[in-house]
């Protein structure tokens, strides 16, 4: 069986490319670069069929140079026991542009980048270009690879946030049911069943944006949010005076 027809036996979803490079065109010449995620060299393999099959079918492109790296777990490894269990995988492919396809893994290298597959095609035009191709060819590969570092970069911040999200809304929930309990005379803040709803954040426009220095001002304001929630919460207990100024604190920080 085919890649090809594994893709569509089997019902995957098809390969979307993360990002893709602006064409760099020399004497006829196009170049382009595609990254896409893969966590096996396999599906790093299935990627490069699709493109080369699939999107450029009508158009197919003179080389389709490939370059994968995968974090993969070691043979009778659990992964439980940490970075020794897993080692790093990577290759290359030429298709016919000899050299280029360790040209891109370089670049893959000196970006960082892991668990993914760069595809850089270039259409010939007729003219030799020289060395200067390999130059396209690394200036496509890093356009990409730069897109996909700041991608990782933004969903490891918005998984930060959503993990203070609900440290905050416990707080929160522990804030007020202690000073419910005091009102009525009760022992203690109120369970988890009388805990208030917990409407999700849409961070969908901040993933959107790339905005790293966005999302870490939001990760820094929520945390300076749990502190002064936790110093609330310490006053409450101790029997201090809470000041006018905090009982607002807890909508302020939403």
């Known amino acids: 069986m085919s890649n090809l027809d594994a893709f569509i036996t089997h019902k995957l979803p098809l390969p979307e490319p993360l990002a893709t490079s602006a064409e760099i065109q020399d004497r006829q ?3 382009v670069a595609y990254i896409f995620r893969a966590s096996t060299p396999e599906q790093a393999r299935n990627v490069h069929s699709h493109v ?3 999107v450029h ?4 492109a003179s080389h389709e140079i490939m370059a994968w790296r995968c974090m993969i777990l070691k043979e009778g490894r659990t992964g439980l026991q940490g970075d020794d269990d897993f080692k790093v995988e990577e290759g290359s492919e030429d298709d016919g542009e000899q050299w280029a396809g360790g040209h891109v ?11 993914a597959v760069v595809i850089v095609s270039r259409w ?8 200067v191709r390999f130059t396209h060819i690394q200036d496509c590969a890093r356009e990409v690879c730069q897109v996909f570092r700041v991608e990782d970069e933004i969903q490891d911040c918005i998984s930060t946030l959503k993990n203070l999200d609900d440290i905050l809304a416990d707080l929160r929930d522990e804030l007020a049911g202690i000073k419910e309990a005091k009102s009525q005379h009760k022992p203690g803040p109120t369970t988890d069943s009388e ?3 917990r409407p999700s954040k849409d961070y969908s426009a901040l993933q959107k944006s790339l905005d790293i220095t966005k999302a870490r001002r939001q990760i820094s304001a929520r945390e300076k949010s749990i502190e002064s929630v936790k110093k609330l919460i310490s006053e409450q207990r101790n029997g201090s005076p809470t000041p006018a100024s ?9």
Do not use: H, W
């Not at 079918?57 to 197919?60: E, F, G, L, Y």
């Not at 010939?124 to 060395?131: A, F, Q, S």
């Open 195 to 197: 805990a208030r709803s």
């Open 29 to 31: 010449s196009t170049f």
């Open 57 to 60: 079918a009508k158009r197919p």
């Open 246 to 254: 905090g009982e607002n604190l807890i909508g302020q920080c939403r």
């Open 105 to 115: 893994l370089r670049v893959m290298r000196a970006e960082a980048i892991m668990d």
């Open 124 to 131: 010939y035009g007729g003219i030799m270009l020289g060395p």
């Open 52 to 54: 080369k099959r699939v």
